[in-house]
């Protein structure tokens, strides 16, 4: 609307003679439910709208006076320099606007128009719109967002550890009775014990991984080869992907040094693995790729496991989304995290020949991170 107004404004001076224009912007103000200043070529004001006036102070104290000395707010404003931007309407003619200014307490948008006559500058027009309720409602609605997200991460905290807790419990439970009968063979007593150590383990995984959760936000980089780092991912999951029977190879093809937070790379690479491994079934194959694109260092992950449903395509990066027994369903959703803090991004394929396949971009000069970190959203 404020832009209609500044062309509006731009018409009525061309057309209007001189001593007549400043009555019919002053009416035309009066008529828009916006906030309207109009001042002179010295920046003093000649239309002070009601509007205007109602949010500032009266008509009667503003004319005559210099715009930025009636206005204080955008004389206040911090992300723009208003004195500037009038001192350039002004002798240049450029036009300035300010998508949101904040005024006291309210939020308003603030557009400023050279006014021109037969190509000279005379004045200029400050067209405010408040938008208060607007940004008030989108800062609700992200708090909303926010606390969902906290309320959905407890919950799926509350549910992950109960689980292995009641197991652990019922072990518990059954290795006492065991243990109070002399003739239990040894090998029972022992089972119960492992199925102890494997729900403590469950247990283990999860805080590891709210641990990552925690850490989020801008990496913390240093010189890298993403050859390096996938070399020691697969020589760690070596043994875990024997005991499955899978073969699990890689194939080095980046020479490039990124700056990356090696730690949280590394742990974004070894739940893919892990995640392909775990798919693959018994005697088959895991890959692992690297190349350097023009733009981007890239890590291929293949498996030749069953791939991904296309049901579960659009949900497997959500948190607690899971289809293991045991499983977190944090892995996914922690990798893309720590690979989108590094302003990359992982794409989910299905892999010629059948299996999956997981491709990580990172930028060539490792540098696009996302100012800030990503926002943690539990969707
Ligand atoms: N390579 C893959 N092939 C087929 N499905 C996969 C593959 N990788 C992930 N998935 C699917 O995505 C789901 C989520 O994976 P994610 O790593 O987030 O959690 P998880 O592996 O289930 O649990 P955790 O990582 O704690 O062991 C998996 O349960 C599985 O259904
Ligand atoms: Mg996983």
Known sequence: MGRWFSLYTEVLVRLLPEGDYALALEQLAEALPLEVAVVDRAGHVIVWNRALARATVPREQALGRPILEVFPGLAADRNHDWAASLDRALRDGRPDESPQVPLGDRVVRAVLTPLRRDERVIGAAFVVDDITDR?????????????????????????????????????LQLLCERLADPTTPRADLVGKADAMLAEMRRVDDLVTHLLEVSRGGPPTREPVRIDDVAGRVVDRLRATAERAGVALGLARGSVRTLALDPVRIDRALHNLVRNAIEAAPRGGHVWVATRDDPHSTVVVVDDDGPGIPPADRG?????????????????????????????????????????????????????????????????
């Open 135 to 171: 940004v008030r409602t989108e800062e609700r609605r992200l708090l909303r967002v926010r606390s969902e997200a906290v309320e959905a991460l407890g919950a799926g905290i509350a549910h992950e550890i109960r689980n292995p807790l009641n197991a652990l419990s019922l072990n």
């Open 315 to 379: 949900r497997m990066f959500e948190l607690f989304f899971t289809r293991k027994r045991g499983g977190t369903g944090l892995g996914l959703p922690l990798a893309r995290r720590a690979v989108q803090d590094h302003g990359g991004e992982i794409e989910v394929l299905e892999r010629p020949g059948g299996g999956a396949r997981f491709v990580v971009h990172l930028p060539a000069d490792g540098a696009g991170a996302a100012a800030g970190g990503t926002t943690w959203r539990a969707s």
